[in-house]
């Protein structure tokens, strides 16, 4: 079965760094999304992404986001200067039109 | 706006007993439901899914739920657990009745003892 994939599985980072987090969808999916679980709290949504521009964003997704589909096949999120509380696992995830969505294993971003 | 609430963060239960998952949800719509699963240091799979027809679902492993539209519940049940079963499982409601963004649950970890 066709999976979502996200590299890498663990980074670390100083405060203040940018970090890119990497994910390549399924290959026939439309609609491409960023998820992120706090250690200890809910799954959030932070973005959803189809046509090559963002559909929806969250409050938390404010200025130090983005999110780009470089090419045919990777989807990314950037955070420009991480701050501690963005340590989480972020989670990738595609769907087509009719399908529910399928999630990546997560990155699990450690800000120190 | 839509929320999910799941009433239980943890539930301990024995080898081949039965367990239910208990999940809340508000909506002013309509909505599709779900169940995911996250097992150790994985991400999250689909167990299944409700989006209209019959309130009783069937999904993967021997998972079932109930769509209760009165109560507006969604819990997920199994009839005999397995220790494979533990895992953090996660009730979850798309807005507008699509497949597009998703409103978690704060999940609830099974834990399943010999």
């Known amino acids: 079965e066709p999976e979502v994939t996200q590299t890498p599985s663990h980074q670390v980072t100083q405060m203040g760094q940018e970090v890119i987090l990497r994910c390549v969808p399924i290959s026939n999916h439309l609609y491409f999304y960023w998820y992120r679980q706090i250690l200890g709290q809910k799954v959030e949504f932070l973005v959803s992404?189809?046509?090559?521009?963002?559909?929806?964003k969250s409050e938390i997704f404010d200025d130090q986001f983005s999110v780009e589909r470089p090419d045919g096949s990777n989807f990314t999120l950037k955070i420009r200067s991480t701050k501690l509380e963005d340590s989480a696992m972020y989670f990738c995830?595609?769907?087509?039109?009719?399908?529910?969505?399928?999630f990546g294993n997560g990155t699990r971003l450690t800000v120190t | 706006a839509q929320s999910v609430t799941q009433l239980d963060s943890q539930v301990p239960v024995f080898e081949e007993a039965p367990v239910e998952l208990r999940c809340n949800y508000s909506?002013?719509?309509?909505?599709?439901l779900f169940w995911y699963v996250q097992y150790p240091n994985q991400g999250l799979q689909l167990l299944l899914k409700y989006l209209s027809g019959s309130t009783l679902v069937k999904g993967i492993n021997g998972f079932e739920a109930e769509f209760n539209k009165s109560q507006t519940s969604f819990h997920l049940r199994k009839p005999s657990v397995h220790i494979s079963d533990t895992a953090e499982y996660f009730c979850a409601v798309s807005v507008s009745g699509g497949y597009n963004k998703l409103i978690f649950g704060a999940g609830t970890r099974l834990a399943v003892h010999p």
């Open positions: 995830a595609s769907s087509d039109d009719n399908s529910p969505l399928h």
């Open positions: 992404f189809y046509n090559n521009e963002i559909s929806e």
């Open positions: 909506s002013s719509v309509s909505v599709y």
